[in-house]
T-cell receptor, first 110, second 115 residues
């Protein structure tokens, strides 16, 4: 079957660093994406990894290990506005077909 | 900026009604998608379309159909709404041009309640 596993909830302190892990098992793999969704809002794209390694975009970084079917999103210098749900998603074909994980709700404490 | 709009933010329908959810994007994207989002289940793909009049089933197409008569518009149809179709429906679009087809742009969503 096809599945993506990520923690349902994570809590962290403002200013700290948090890592959200994602493991996947899918038929077909072109890359791993991360999306952010605030309550009541639409998902917005954060990052994409097609190759092994770390991609950095400001305070956010994303990592992929294809051999381990594993990736993570790293958020640094956490801010209260980072409180949201984060979804990992596997791109299964060149035609943009994506399967999403069930999401990780990140709560930030002052 | 890419803009994806959906016809309604909230919709209440009765069991057995035919329901139309409309999605329009203004960036000339070829690919459009319909997802439903339920707590603990993430986003699940219902249908997608690569081009006008082209459609392909996603992971949960049962009870739904779609229509794409114009490139900018992708409609989701519930032929006979049922209570288990109460959900948040999200439309998304992307383009294979420019090498960023992995980046999907989402509309604000339609929260559908079927009573």
């Amino acid at each position: 079957g096809q599945s993506l596993e990520q923690p349902s909830e994570v809590t962290a302190v403002e200013g700290a660093i948090v890592q959200i892990n994602c493991t996947y098992q899918t038929s077909g793999f072109y890359g791993l994406s991360w999306y952010q969704q605030h309550d009541g809002g639409a998902p917005t794209f954060l990052s994409y990894n097609a190759l092994d390694g770390l991609e950095e975009t400001g305070r956010f970084s994303s990592f992929l290990s294809r051999s381990d079917s594993y990736g993570y999103l790293l958020l640094q210098e956490l801010q209260m506005k980072d409180s949201a749900s984060y979804f990992c998603a596997v791109r299964r074909s060149s035609a943009s077909k994506i399967i999403f994980g069930s999401g990780t709700r990140l709560s930030i404490r002052p | 900026d890419v803009k994806v709009t959906q016809s309604s933010r909230y919709l209440v329908k009765r069991t057995g009604e035919k329901v139309f959810l409309e999605c329009v994007q203004d960036m000339d994207h070829e690919n459009m998608f319909w997802y439903r989002q339920d707590p603990g289940l993430g986003l699940r793909l219902i249908y997608f379309s690569y081009d006008v009049k082209m459609k392909e089933k996603g992971d949960i197409p049962e009870g739904y159909s779609v229509s794409r008569e114009k490139k900018e518009r992708f409609s989701l149809i519930l032929e006979s709404a049922s209570t288990n179709q109460t959900s948040m429906y999200l439309c998304a679009s992307t383009s294979p041009r420019g090498g960023r087809s992995y980046e999907q742009y989402f509309g604000p969503g339609t929260r559908l309640t079927v009573t």
